[in-house]
């Protein structure tokens, strides 16, 4: 069940695995094109910014080179913020130790994942 909005106790990690924050140039198509999901706004905060703190951890999986609206709140409320580009450089980090036996270089990943993200945001759209 979801906290109830102000609930500050009813949570102590949130994950967003929904499209808002991503760039609308960047989202998948919704079918129908008139249903309220398809509008260019990514909408608003998946949680009211109040009920997060110190004390919360947000895991926000949407990935790009700019922190997500939710992201820049849950950290100026003081939350422990995981970007997307986290959880993919983790995974793929396990995926490598799994197929490897090897210790991944997770410095080396993280630095190219950002690059890479970084290089796709500033590539002209076609």
């Keep these: 069940m979801p906290p109830r909005p102000g609930d500050k106790a009813g949570f102590d990690l949130i994950?967003?695995?929904?499209?808002v924050g991503l760039a609308a140039?960047?989202?998948p198509p919704?079918?129908?094109?008139?249903?309220?999901?398809?509008a260019s706004d990514p909408g608003p905060l998946p949680i009211d910014?109040?009920?997060?703190?110190?004390?919360?951890?947000v895991v926000d999986l949407v990935y790009g080179s700019h922190p997500t609206p939710l992201a820049t709140i849950a950290r100026?409320?003081?939350a422990r913020v995981v970007d997307g580009l986290?959880?993919?450089?983790?995974q793929g980090a396990a995926s490598l130790r799994i197929w490897t036996g090897l210790e991944p270089p997770l410095e080396t990943m993280r630095r190219a994942a950002r690059a890479a993200?970084?290089?796709d945001q500033d590539a002209p759209s076609t």
């Excluded at 986290?86 to 983790?90: I, S």
Aim: charged letters at 25%; hydrophobic letters at 35%; one cysteine or more.
């Design 15 to 19: 994950v967003n695995c929904t499209t």
């Design 25 to 27: 140039a960047n989202r």
């Design 30 to 38: 919704v079918d129908p094109p008139d249903h309220p999901d398809a």
């Design 49 to 57: 910014p109040a009920s997060l703190s110190a004390e919360k951890i």
């Design 76 to 78: 100026e409320r003081g």
């Design 86 to 90: 986290e959880v993919l450089v983790r």
């Design 117 to 119: 993200t970084a290089a």
